[in-house]
């Protein structure tokens, strides 16, 4: 069964470091969305992508996050200067809608900010 | 604005017993749900969805939930319990642009042998 595949699976950096987590969505799929949830949180919305842009952000998205699909299969998630609360589980998603209007979720990077 | 609201964070029932987790949600327009479970160190799988079908939707592992636009409910339900099925369930909202999804802030399921 295809699944949407993310590396690593856990991560620790120094915080100001820069971080790039990275994405494998389901092949067919045009949209791709990534998500976060700190620790004893909800799942937060940050950013969906289609069609090579952003198509929706949210106000957790600022400028120090940035998203890219560097290929045809890649998509990938940049964090410019982490910060102590950019500590979190970082879910990417796929969708193939409008055929289907669920999203697949990869395991999630655990993102640790020191 | 759309938004969900999930009510108990924890949930305890013994095994074999009805499963009851709660979801309210606010949708300007009709609005999908879906019921997403996440086991310990896991990502988020799908249980079931709505997409303005049926309005007693089945799902995997044996659960079902019914769409309530009277009651705005989406309430996640299964007949007897198993101790698999203890996990984080998580209820959400979109609209049918594709876009983003909406989550509650999770029920955590403990099953009492």
């Known amino acids: 069964e295809p699944e949407v595949t993310q590396t690593p699976s856990h991560q620790v950096t120094q915080m100001g470091q820069e971080v790039i987590l990275r994405c494998v969505p389901i092949?067919?799929?045009?949209?791709f969305y990534w998500y976060r949830q700190i620790l004893g949180q909800k799942v937060e919305f940050l950013v969906s992508?289609?069609?090579?842009?952003?198509?929706?952000k949210s106000e957790i998205f600022d400028d120090q996050f940035s998203v890219e699909r560097p290929d045809g299969s890649n998509f990938t998630l940049k964090i410019r200067s982490t910060k102590l609360e950019d500590s979190a589980m970082y879910f990417c998603?796929?969708?193939?809608?409008?055929?289907?209007?669920?999203?697949?979720f990869g395991q999630g990077t655990r993102l640790t900010v020191v | 604005a759309q938004s969900v609201t999930q009510l108990g964070s924890h949930v305890s029932v013994s095994e074999g017993a009805l499963v009851l987790l709660r979801c309210n949600y606010s949708?300007?327009?009709?609005?999908?749900l879906f019921w997403y479970v996440q086991y310990p160190n896991q990502g988020l799988q799908l249980l079931l969805k709505?997409?303005?079908?049926?309005?007693l939707v089945k799902g995997i592992n044996g659960f079902e939930a019914e769409f309530k636009k009277s009651e705005t409910s989406f309430h996640l339900t299964k007949p007897s319990a198993h101790m698999s099925d203890a996990a984080e369930y998580f209820c959400?909202?979109?609209?049918?642009?594709?876009?983003?999804?909406?989550f509650g802030t999770g029920t955590s399921l403990t099953v009492i042998p």
């Open positions: 998603a796929s969708s193939d809608y409008p055929k289907n209007t669920d999203a697949f």
């Open positions: 092949s067919n799929h045009l949209y």
């Open positions: 992508f289609y069609n090579n842009e952003i198509s929706e």
């Open positions: 949708s300007s327009v009709p609005p999908y």
């Open positions: 709505y997409t303005s079908a049926a309005t």
């Open positions: 959400a909202v979109s609209l049918n642009t594709g876009n983003q999804f909406y």
